[in-house]
Structures are given as C-alpha cells and as structure tokens.
C-alpha cells in the first residue's frame, strides 16, 4: 500500500491533525506513533554519525536534542500551522522563553503588550531584564501606531497574545505584523488559547507561533508541555539579527541554504538553546500531546459553541455585572473577533460578579460542575480568581490595565452538556 497521508498538506485541518507528520511504514507499521522511551540513540557506524552531526540524515543520537515521538508532533503542528518547522519543549514557559533568547541578547529589547498571561509578564518585567533584555510594555496596546515609539535599533520581537489573559482583548494582528515587519522585526504570538484550528497566524503575518501544549493541544489537562512553529517567511539576516548571521556562517558548510533560511530560527533555538539550556519534552509527554491533538478541531468546535452559549446566558443574568468575551456583539473586540476568529473566539472569559470579591469568592465555593483551578484549555469546565492565583502579586495599577479586578473570575469553558454548564453558574450565582 502506498501511504501519503503523513506529508500531504493538501488535505483538510482535521484529516492532518491525525496523519501529518506520521509515516508507519518508518516505525515497524505500528499505526499509534509509538513513544521512543531511551535516553539515546546507537550511532550505527562512523560514517552515519558524521552524517548526523553535520545535519546531512535525518535521525536522533541523544534525546535532549531530538526524538522520533517528539518528531511526529513538530512536523504534525508545523503542517496545522502551515509552517517550515516546530520545536517541543517541556513547557509553555520553556517554550517562551527559549524563542526569546533565541531572538534578544543582552542590550537587546522586546516590545510586547500589557494584557499577556501573569508568566510571560514576569519573564518579561524580571527575569530577562537580570540578563540584560528589557521587556518594554505598550501603554495602549489597541493603538498599533503608538507601537512605534517603543521600537528602536535592538528591538529583537513584537511579542502578543491571540486573546488577551484573562479579558480576552483581539489585537490588530494585520496591523502588528505589517508595522513590525517594516522594521525588519519579527512577530511572535502565543497562540495558546486559540490554537491553529481557531486563529491562523502564519496566515496573519506572524513569524513565530508558541504553544502552551498543556492547554487545548493535549486538551485533557494531562501533562506539561510546549511547542514553537516557525512560518519559514521571515528572513532573520536582515541586518537586525548578527547572531542568525553568524549562525548561518557556522552551519552553513554543513546545512543546505534552502533549510537553513526556511528554518533558521528553528534550527539556531533546538541547536543552541534546546541543547544548551535543556527543557526537552520527554517523548512519554509527546504521546499525550499527539493523541489530544487527534480531536483538537473536534473539542475546538464544542469549546466555542458551549462558550458562546454561556457567555449569551451569563450576559443576561442578574448577578453578573460583566461579561469579557469577543463573541458578544457588546464586545469592544466584537469586530475583530469576527475577522480573525471566523469559528469563533476561544472559549475563555472573564466575568464580573455583582456584589464585589465576597460574592465572587461565594461563586468558587458553589460550583458543582466547573472545577477550582488555575488551568484552561481542559475539556472539563474550570474556574479560577485571577487576583489571588494567576495574577497573585501584580499591583492593583497592573491589574486593572490587564482586566483583572476583586471581583473578577475566569472561566474555562469544557465540552460538557451546556445545559449542566449554564445551571450549575446559575446555582453558584444565586444570592
Ligand atoms: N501561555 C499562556 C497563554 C498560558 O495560559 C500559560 C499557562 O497557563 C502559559 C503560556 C505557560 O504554559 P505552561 O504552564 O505550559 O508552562
């Protein structure tokens, strides 16, 4: 039998999220991509080490580097995503935060927005700057124009969210990406809450895609993990980048020039910076990764729908004083949701309660269905109080630039029956 379906891209979002990237024929015909559980790969002979350390074969020696699990699930997001190439990572912050050294040495900035998730923030504000890359933040991140005055010479990346944490705010992603690219800047989104079946960023303009896998890709709430997909149009040796530059020397005796300007970016962050500082996906992890990615359109479709649904429903309700959700025409990002979210905004929102931070605290004790938790992204139903967990430790200043009030609480919304999911907040809503 000839078997096509792993490198054929013409085929549709859900046929890929199952097949791409995957040839049996390659792995003893097992039909589940089975979970290379090793520390390291024989070398075979000389010969085919040279030829694996000169990137000339493709193949694994050492796990820290690369595996055959992991290597199913980067060519599987990188044709979801329609890009050149991915990197997995243990986690979404390891995910992060090696996309960003990768770009940004020390003297080097980033320009990024205000309404980013409580983590990316502190990589940004803190841990970065003790390294000497500045995380610079936008004041009025919805004025893309005034973008322009944080820009300078060693600005290295654009860094935004598809849908801002935890309001949900939809940014101009056109606009961003055609203002950074006419400095010669790349555009990096953590596409974490939209995934690639809601928001297509390498269609949008974006360079870099990061994934927090624990999210909707795994989709079940299993395991810790991250992902960063490169579109492949983004030239890196423009001038702005010397290090890609002089990467591209080093390795280009040894790396065809069609890979290595396609894939630079990628290249340079699994060569250097996967490989150095070492926050591998183990492949046990890519396992769960694959098989939640195997329903991603299907749970996708559901998240949205049940979303939409409660967010119609609490919009109404007596004790809700707010509802943060793009697919709400009362929305500000209304508009925008409806062009770059055509199957519909995420499935995350914030919401105000009546009756200030005791009666939202009430609303947490009360919930039969939706689960306490700091998590999104699960297919069950979960609820959290930004202010004292994710955004724990902000001032209130920060807080209220980012949405984030007393009485605010963020609801991930699961792919339960919505009837169980509207009357169980009807319950935990009633005074
Ligand atoms: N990005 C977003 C939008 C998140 O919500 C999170 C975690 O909640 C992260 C990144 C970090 O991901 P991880 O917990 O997998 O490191």
Redesign the pocket.
């Given at each position: 039998m000839s078997y096509s379906a792993y490198n054929d891209n013409s085929l549709g979002f859900t046929t890929r999220q199952l097949h791409a990237g995957y040839d049996p024929a390659e792995h003893n015909r097992s039909k589940a991509v089975p979970i290379y559980q090793t520390a390291a790969f024989e070398l075979g002979d000389y010969e085919r080490c040279l030829r694996l350390f000169q990137y000339e074969e493709e193949g694994d020696s050492y796990v820290r580097f690369s595996n055959p699990t992991n290597r199913v699930l980067e060519k599987r997001i990188s044709s979801l995503e329609g890009g050149s190439a991915a990197v997995s990572f243990?986690?979404?912050?390891?995910?992060?935060s090696n996309t960003l050294l990768t770009l940004a040495h020390s003297g080097d900035n980033i320009v990024s927005v205000p309404t980013?998730?409580?983590?990316?923030t502190t990589l940004l504000q803190k841990t970065l700057p003790a390294y000497g890359i500045e995380g610079r933040f936008i004041e009025d991140q919805d004025d893309v124009e005034s973008y322009r005055n944080y820009i300078d010479d060693r600005t290295k990346a654009v860094y935004i969210?598809t849908?801002g944490?935890p309001c949900m705010n939809v940014l101009d992603v056109d606009a961003i990406t055609e203002l950074a690219h006419s400095y010669g800047i790349p555009v990096v989104i953590?596409n974490?809450?939209a995934t690639p079946y809601l928001f297509r960023a390498f269609e949008h303009g974006v360079d870099i895609a990061?994934?927090?896998?624990?999210?909707y890709l795994s989709g079940h709430g299993v395991n810790?993990?991250?992902i960063v997909a490169e579109s492949g149009r983004f030239n890196f040796r423009n001038g702005r980048f010397p290090e890609f530059d002089r990467f591209y020397e080093e390795y280009s005796d040894w790396i065809d020039d069609e890979t290595l300007s396609g894939e630079i970016f990628t290249k340079r962050l699994r060569i250097t910076y996967l490989t150095d500082l070492g926050a591998h996906m183990s492949p046990q992890t890519a396992f769960y990764v694959l098989q939640g990615m195997e329903t991603l359109s299907l749970r996708m479709e559901r998240h949205v729908a049940n979303a939409q649904k409660l967010a119609e429903f609490l919009y109404d309700h007596p004790q809700v004083d707010e509802v943060l959700y793009p697919g709400l025409p009362s929305s500000p990002y209304h508009e925008l949701a409806t062009k770059y979210f055509p199957k519909g905004p995420g499935a995350i929102m914030t919401i105000r309660v009546k009756g200030g931070e005791e009666a939202a605290l009430k609303v947490l004790e009360k919930v039969r269905v939706f689960d306490y938790m700091?998590?999104?992204?699960d297919a069950k139903s979960l609820i959290v109080h930004p202010m004292s967990s994710?955004h724990f430790g902000h001032s209130v200043k920060e807080n209220e630039k980012a949405g984030v009030y007393s009485n605010s609480l963020r609801l991930s919304v699961g792919i339960e029956d919505i009837e169980d999911l509207i009357n169980d907040l009807d319950q935990a809503l009633s005074v």
């Open positions: 243990g986690s979404g912050m390891a995910a992060i980013l998730y409580g983590g990316t969210e849908l944490n953590d974490t809450f990061c994934y927090s896998a624990t999210k810790i993990a991250g700091t998590n999104v992204g994710t």
